[in-house]
């Protein structure tokens, strides 16, 4: 007996909840899809002696409850499964080889994107034979462990942008390495009196006039809000990061310019200096006044058209 439709199982850290675009994708392509986000899962030490054995076995390399508990999780979840379309894993480091083994038994293809340099997650690297097709948004990954490039993707468009903003910039971050850059870019707007929208998620307090601190994470929704309200993407890279963030491509769909940190974006397709601005010198950070004063220029539909989730997806299951 023939099934109806193809079975796509997606397991993901959808922390941001970006993934979520990609199951939407695919089932609008006629896919049964079952995301598994292991974000979700909750894992609530048994008493403080484990929190405290925990602390020291994970800084060892010795195991992580947190872990175990989210492999045996997700083997929990595909007993009942019995055959797999294809799976398609993003943010797969800390799944063991078991975890993984059991799921690619079931399935007739697995998929692996890494969405971060291998260098900032180093045991992504023990895994990258257990899958048939390894996808990466770091070119320099690519290159040295034999991958096929891949970029983020569009989740929104527009077909015109709106008369009026509330913000000329807008930027939302975690404390990081980032944040000096940050800080510094956002003292520039200030000087120039570009009004900024610049948020950075901390628990820490915040004296600048130029940022807001915010302890609680903004949802999808809150943050399209903020988008729909700015002319202006500030986009800031993390050290030793080439590939492209979702702040280029929310650009691109919501016909937005962009002041960015990253260097390689000028190599892209869609690449164009009226509409992207690189900052070369983090050191001396000058941007051009007459950059905030033109308009947006459309991208080529066809080169557009790659990038949309819904073309997107199409190379992950065919």
């Not at 675009?21 to 598994?36: C, G, Q």
């Not at 002041?259 to 601005?277: A, E, L, M, R």
Request: net charge positive; glycine share 2%.
């Amino acid at each position: 007996m023939q099934r109806d439709k193809k079975i796509i199982l997606l397991i993901t850290y959808d922390n941001w909840g970006f993934n979520q675009y990609i199951a939407d994708a695919l089932e609008k392509k006629n896919y049964e899809v079952n995301h598994i986000n292991f974000y979700s899962f909750r894992y609530r030490y048994p008493s403080f002696y484990h929190k405290a054995l925990n602390f020291f076995t994970k800084n060892l390399g010795i195991s992580n409850l947190k872990h175990i508990h989210y492999n045996q999780v997700i083997l929990d979840q595909i007993k009942n499964i019995k055959l797999i379309d294809t799976s398609i894993y993003i943010k797969a480091d800390f799944l063991s080889k078991k975890t993984i083994q059991a799921v690619n038994k079931k399935s007739r293809q697995s998929v692996l994107i890494i969405s971060d340099s291998i260098n900032r997650y180093p045991k992504t690297k023990n895994i990258l034979s257990l899958f048939d097709k390894v996808f990466s948004f770091e070119k320099k990954d690519c290159q040295k462990y034999n991958l096929r490039f891949k970029t983020n993707f569009i989740y929104k468009t527009i077909d015109s942008v709106p008369e009026k903003y509330t913000y000329k910039v807008f930027n939302i971050s975690s404390f990081d390495n980032r944040y000096p850059i940050i800080k510094k870019i956002a003292e520039v707007l200030y000087d120039m009196n570009i009004k900024s929208k610049i948020i950075i998620f901390t628990s820490k307090e915040n004296g600048e006039p130029y940022i807001e601190f915010s302890k609680k994470p903004l949802s999808i929704e809150e943050n399209n809000q903020l988008l729909e309200e700015s002319e202006i993407m500030l986009d800031v890279s993390r050290n030793g990061q080439e590939g492209l963030s979702f702040r280029v491509f929310e650009s691109l769909g919501l016909k937005k310019k962009l002041i960015t940190t990253n260097k390689d974006i000028v190599n892209y397709d869609f690449y164009n200096p009226d509409n992207i601005f690189v900052i070369e010198n983090t050191d001396d950070i000058k941007i051009p006044a007459a950059f905030f004063e033109t308009s947006y220029v459309d991208i080529p539909p066809n080169i557009l058209n790659k990038y949309l989730i819904k073309n997107w997806v199409d190379e992950l299951v065919e």
